[in-house]
């Protein structure tokens, strides 16, 4: 698939660190429960931490007691790619970012608590928060439907 944001292997290496390259290009997963947003409840935006772009809301996050941060449904039907992962001997459903294609976590039906049935288990590392209030950051409290 042709991305609209699209770099080399060096490129990327360059732009991020080398445990968001490994998550994110790599299709690597951080360790559970150690994303810095996991316990973030503000209200805002969850962005690709590779290219910007938008892909959840707070108000879709909730807590999957899975590890990481989960949401049950992207901002918009094309922000997200699913495509089918049949590594480590089983088969999931990868979740990419539709616009660099960078590995995101994977989406699994077990979430029967939301609107839609789904987890969208997310790498905290692949993702950036901005706050409603124009904060960016990890961990902060607050109020809000969060992990």
């Given at each position: 698939?042709?991305?609209?944001?699209?770099?080399?292997?060096?490129?990327?290496?360059?732009?991020?660190?080398?445990?968001?390259?490994?998550?994110?290009?790599?299709?690597?997963?951080e360790r559970p429960w150690t994303g810095e947003l996991l316990e973030e409840k503000r209200v805002g935006t969850y962005r690709c931490r590779a290219?910007?772009?938008?892909?959840?809301?707070?108000?879709?996050?909730?807590?999957?007691?899975?590890?990481?941060?989960?949401?049950?449904?992207?901002?918009?039907?094309?922000?997200v790619e699913l495509v089918e992962d049949r590594s480590l001997g089983m088969v999931r459903t990868?979740?990419?970012?539709?616009?660099?294609?960078?590995?995101?976590?994977?989406?699994?039906?077990?979430?029967?608590?939301?609107?839609?049935?789904?987890?969208?288990?997310?790498?905290?590392?692949?993702?950036?928060?901005?706050?409603?209030?124009?904060?960016?950051?990890?961990?902060?409290?607050?109020?809000?439907?969060?992990?």
């Amino acid at each position: 698939m042709a991305y609209e944001v699209t770099r080399s292997e060096e490129q990327w290496r360059e732009q991020l660190s080398p445990e968001e390259y490994a998550v994110l290009r790599q299709a690597g997963t951080e360790r559970p429960w150690t994303g810095e947003l996991l316990e973030e409840k503000r209200v805002g935006t969850y962005r690709c931490r590779a290219c910007g772009n938008v892909l959840f809301t707070a108000e879709t996050k909730f807590d999957s007691h899975c590890g990481w941060p989960s949401f049950y449904q992207p901002t918009e039907g094309d922000a997200v790619e699913l495509v089918e992962d049949r590594s480590l001997g089983m088969v999931r459903t990868e979740v990419r970012c539709a616009r660099c294609g960078s590995h995101l976590g994977h989406v699994f039906d077990d979430a029967p608590q939301t609107p839609t049935g789904d987890r969208y288990c997310m790498n905290s590392v692949s993702l950036t928060f901005e706050a409603e209030d124009g904060a960016a950051g990890g961990p902060a409290g607050g109020t809000g439907s969060g992990a």
